[in-house]
């Protein structure tokens, strides 16, 4: 073989491996893909060096999201970046935007001091004052919470029990006839609410996660009322067929909303099947809508949709466990759970389609990508988002008197960032966004009290405290 047959095989033989090592990487961390192609420029920890630092949000070639995308992809190479595109195809671009996203946000976290309300101390957020007042300890991974006519507080356990706190107090005893609940991984005992009208007939709203055939659960949406300190008068008022439970431990939701016009609406995750989301004969995924008595509304978007399933409001969520109706435009907000980055708050529409898991403003926990698109026709953009993830939770809209200057603003939870957040959105756009205190304890749940104060679960440790203002 002669010279340039030989320089000409080795030359094939280097852009095949240099082909196989790209699709190895596109398959492989995002962690690792920074690292072999821009570590030696901008520094293994993003902070600059050859080239500039990523962190710093000052950007040549525009800092959004389609910009960051276009420069890792045709380079610029004037100034000596080089082009990525033949070895990041776009889902790895899109992974790499997110990965800078989630290093500059650590970066700034680490520079900013947020409240932490322990002990006595008083928080001076934008608009109160306020320190965080414990109400009851002794719980185990409290999951819910929702108020009695009467002052008396509603807490679902996770492992399946009901609890009652009267008066701070929480009771030695749970709740007795309780449906026996499927706790493994995120599921157990779930959402808890009073029908809006409790005081005449007595209604109390649980869902679960119910076991179904080798090891197969989903939710369920059961009623019951309370009778010397049991549950009695129980109808299952939604379960799906047994043929549409899922295995697996993740995703069930799930939370309620009354409309006060007789409609009870509740979510369900896409119990990790992410497909499922898009499939209008399945249920997960969803948010539904039934009669407080569990009848199928004739006028829901897909009941004459054939194969449809006829609860079904909105599709295309992935994990949903916030869920609150605007007190002055009844508008209904969702906030559900991105998987690494992409989590949402949605005004959630009849019919409409969110976009999971074709659209997301996320990748996968491992680092590698799931799409390249964050936006597509047909689907709906989320109110706001998240990248890096916050592990947004429970919402609630501020209607007390206590707190009036956050009149009619949003409340979210979070889990991994131990945050709670005001949001302010007008006319279904986020204007606003604090963070009211960060880094004491997991926060599954908050609600506003009859009292007007605030009251969030937190896990770890476990316990129910509310916000008071301090004048």
Not at 11 to 24: D, F, I, S
Request: hydrophobic share 35%; with cysteine; net charge neutral.
């Amino acid at each position: 073989m002669d010279k340039r047959k030989t320089l000409a095989l080795t030359a094939g033989l280097l852009t095949l491996a240099t082909l196989a090592a790209a699709q190895t990487e596109r398959q492989g961390q995002v962690a690792d893909a920074f690292a072999q192609r821009c570590a030696a420029c901008h520094g293994a920890e993003l902070q600059g060096g050859q080239a500039k630092s990523l962190l710093d949000d000052e950007w040549k070639y525009g800092g959004d999201d389609a910009s960051l995308a276009t420069s890792i992809r045709d380079g610029h190479p004037k100034d000596g970046m080089p082009p990525f595109a033949a070895m990041l195809d776009d889902q790895a671009v899109r992974a790499m935007v997110i990965f800078i996203r989630e290093r500059a946000d650590s970066a700034r976290r680490s520079k900013t001091v947020f409240a932490k309300p322990l002990g006595d101390a008083v928080v001076t957020s934008e608009e109160h004052k306020f320190r965080l007042e414990l109400v009851t300890e002794g719980l185990e991974t409290p999951w819910s919470i929702a108020f009695l006519p009467d002052g008396r507080m509603l807490v679902t356990e996770k492992a399946g029990r009901l609890r009652i706190v009267d008066k701070g107090k929480l009771l030695p005893e749970p709740v007795a006839g309780v449906p026996k609940v499927w706790s493994e991984g995120q599921g157990g005992l779930l959402d808890v609410a009073p029908h809006p009208d409790y005081a005449t007939n007595g209604w109390i709203y649980l869902s679960y996660t119910n076991a179904g055939a080798d090891g197969s659960a989903m939710t369920r949406v059961m009623r019951g009322r309370l009778k010397d300190g049991a549950l009695v008068d129980q109808q299952t008022l939604y379960d799906p067929p047994a043929a549409l439970y899922r295995t697996g431990p993740n995703h069930f939701g799930s939370r309620f909303v009354f409309d006060g016009k007789g409609y009870l609406f509740f979510t369900i995750g896409e119990r990790d099947r992410r497909d499922d989301a898009q499939d209008l004969t399945r249920p997960n995924g969803k948010v539904h809508r039934i009669f407080d008595d569990g009848r199928v509304p004739e006028d829901n978007p897909f009941v004459k949709t054939p194969g449809a399933y006829p609860t079904i409001w909105s599709y295309g969520h992935r994990n949903p466990q916030g869920l609150a109706r605007n007190p002055v435009t009844g508008e209904l907000y969702d906030a559900e759970h991105g998987p690494r980055g992409g989590d949402e708050i949605n005004l959630v529409l009849p019919g409409k389609n969110y976009g999971w898991p074709v659209i997301t403003y996320g990748m996968n926990y491992d680092g590698t990508p799931i799409t390249n698109l964050t936006a597509k026709e047909g689907m709906e953009q989320p109110v706001t988002y998240w990248t890096p993830s916050i592990a947004v939770c429970a919402i609630d809209f501020y209607v007390g008197d206590r707190f009036p200057r956050w009149k009619n603003d949003l409340l979210a939870s979070s889990l991994a960032a131990e945050e709670l957040r005001r949001l302010r959105i007008d006319g279904g756009k986020l204007v606003k966004q604090e963070v009211l205190f960060k880094g004491i304890g997991r926060l599954r749940d908050v609600v506003v009290g009859p009292d007007g104060l605030v009251y969030v679960a937190f896990n770890v440790p476990d316990r129910i405290a509310r916000l008071v203002p301090v004048d």
